[in-house]
């Protein structure tokens, strides 16, 4: 079996990142890979822009980690506050969920939160509780979330 040594233009999972230089089955390479323009033949002048492929997947990581770090910030500084319906002892009828929350935070800071990046048991009695939400890799806030119960009517 020929292997062949190609160089990525797009992350492919359990491959590589952009800009990685590997060695595949020849057939995977040329019948997969290169058709959809994932990767190229691993030539001289591809392996040097390979180099500007992997620049610029670093400029633009860092770039995201420091706004996930700014975002990080900014959540703390404010508390977050959910209603939800609850009875006379405290315990909620539902259930405030990860979905709940994000769309908390989303509204409080105009920023576009989704519910997996909230990591929380459901919560079900009113009161603060603490709440991790990861922004970026290595990135996370926790937060306080202060369930009230909201207005009967």
């Known amino acids: ?15 590589g990142e952009a800009g990685d230089q590997v060695i595949v089955a020849g057939g995977f390479a040329r019948n997969y890979l290169i058709p959809r323009g994932i990767a190229v033949p691993a030539t001289k002048g591809n392996v040097a822009q390979a180099d500007t492929w992997r620049n610029s997947r670093t400029s633009r990581e860092a770039r995201e980690r420091t706004l996930a770090e700014q975002l990080r910030d900014k959540i703390r500084s404010a508390p977050i506050s959910v209603t ?26 105009g920023v576009e939160i989704d519910r997996h990046q909230v990591e929380l048991e459901p919560i ?18 926790e937060i306080p979330v202060e369930v009230l119960a909201a207005s009967a009517g």
């Open 1 to 15: 079996m020929a292997k062949m040594k190609i160089v990525l233009k797009q992350a492919v999972g359990n491959l």
């Open 124 to 141: 079900k009695h009113l009161g603060v509780h603490e709440v991790k939400v990861t922004l970026y890799p290595e990135v996370s806030a």
């Open 84 to 109: 939800a319906q609850a009875g006379p002892d405290g315990r909620l009828f539902g259930s405030v969920t990860a979905a709940d929350v994000a769309q908390a935070i989303s509204g409080t800071f």
